[in-house]
């Protein structure tokens, strides 16, 4: 399982998520993935994000990036039928988005043994954790009006609220960005630091309640 925004701004879009990696326990081989959930392109113009079933759903978006980056025009067709072929029956969630020859992202979904559907972005989607209150954050503060810089502190405060709800599958902050500075998925150091400052937020977020409450 994991927790994924992809976000449009004003000046780019965000994709936020987390970077768990479980090592699966003794005969429960089945369970878990240990591997990234971000992945650019080799030329680094196009960025995927996956969710559900990862192994599927990252070499849906392998086979993406060889046949559509660089390909101007409506994207959804192609990548439906290319997802629908390489998922079959399992289930698989992803973001993919491209900056060449213009920036746009899309989503895909396909539920197993149910029917795939694929859509550009318009706004922002939540991803993997299905059903977490945290998305509360991320549908309440998204605005396509928002830069970038503040699209990733929105999604930030999501996965961190979302880790508080489920600890054992989400983790630490994984960003990626595309804005002014390029397409790029954050360094650690960079991550840890945004984390940092969320978390103290979101104490005094709940600080601000507990007095609140006090005072009444």
Excluded at 38 to 59: F, N, P, Q, W
Excluded at 108 to 132: H, Q
Aim: aromatic fraction near 10%; hydrophobic fraction near 40%; include cysteine.
């Amino acid at each position: 399982m994991t927790l994924q925004i992809g976000m449009i701004g004003s000046d780019g879009f965000a994709i936020v998520g987390d970077t768990w990696k479980h090592i699966p326990a003794q005969n429960r081989s089945w369970f878990g993935y240990s591997g990234p959930k971000m992945m650019l392109s080799a030329s680094g113009k196009s960025l995927g994000a996956i969710a559900r079933t990862v192994e599927v759903s990252s070499e849906a978006v392998k086979e993406i990036f060889v046949q559509l980056e660089g390909r101007s025009g409506d994207k959804v067709d192609q990548i439906t039928e290319i997802g629908s072929r390489i998922v079959g029956d399992y289930d698989a969630e992803f973001f993919v988005a491209f900056t060449d020859p213009t920036p746009e992202m899309y989503f895909f979904l396909k539920e197993k043994n149910g029917r795939a559907r694929c859509e550009l972005m318009y706004s922002c989607y939540p991803i993997g954790d299905a059903g977490n209150p945290a998305y509360y954050w991320v549908m309440r503060s998204c605005d396509t009006r928002l830069t970038v810089s503040q699209l990733v502190r929105v999604g930030a405060l999501t996965v961190i609220t979302g880790a508080k709800i489920n600890p054992a599958m989400i983790r630490d902050l994984d960003i990626a960005t595309f804005d002014k500075k390029g397409l790029r998925i954050w360094e650690r150091e960079e991550s840890a630091a945004l984390k940092a400052e969320i978390e103290d937020f979101d104490k005094k977020i709940g600080e601000a309640l507990l007095h609140r409450e006090n005072a009444l």
